[in-house]
């Protein structure tokens, strides 16, 4: 087996902060934050992602507007990949969530990723009376589509009790979630 060259690329939104490895790594670079008055000298080093429930890792990015939760794949996939045809997912080719590597992802339409998730005997389908009844939420600012307020909250780093209440207010500039 021959060995993959690791390739760092900025992150959109947090260049000289933040880059993705085409191996689904991500490291936080050298830099100098004021607290203050005070002067903290920042080290380089690899992030270690979380997982959601749902098994995707994500990492949680800070910027000057706060801190952010990003799924590591959905970093790489935007760095790494062209996405000429606007597909919304990231699909996992094998199957396994935690495995980011850039070789191992594709942009896909939801009805390409839930056919793959299908086929690999992957997708755990919703049974009963509420089966199907959640709302999308849509970030209007990026596109990103979400499957429930708590998935939107948990990605985008909100309160889901509050995303929520915001979400029945139509007009809220501060948060540009819609149901979808």
Not at 95 to 121: D, R
Not at 141 to 156: D, F, K, L, M
């Amino acid at each position: 087996m021959t060995n993959v060259q690791e390739i760092w690329k900025q992150i959109n939104g947090y260049e000289g902060y933040y880059e993705v490895s085409n191996l689904g790594r991500v490291k936080s670079l050298n830099r100098v934050v004021y607290r203050g008055l005070n002067e903290m000298n920042i080290s380089e080093k690899i992030l270690n992602p979380s997982s959601l429930k749902n098994g995707y890792l994500y990492v949680s990015l800070a910027s000057q507007s706060g801190i952010k939760k990003h799924l590591v794949h959905r970093l790489v996939a935007t760095a790494f990949l062209s996405n000429s045809e606007n597909k919304y997912c990231v699909n996992h080719i094998d199957g396994i969530k935690t495995n980011n590597v850039l070789l191992n992802l594709e942009w896909a339409t939801h009805t390409e990723n839930s056919a793959h998730a299908k086929n690999k005997g992957l997708a755990k389908w919703a049974t009963g009376s509420k089966a199907g009844k959640s709302k999308k939420i849509i970030n209007k600012a990026t596109g990103v589509v979400y499957n429930s307020i708590r998935e939107a909250a948990q990605i985008e780093g909100y309160n889901e009790k509050y995303l929520a209440n915001h979400l029945r207010v139509v007009k809220n500039k501060k948060i540009k979630l819609s149901y979808q």
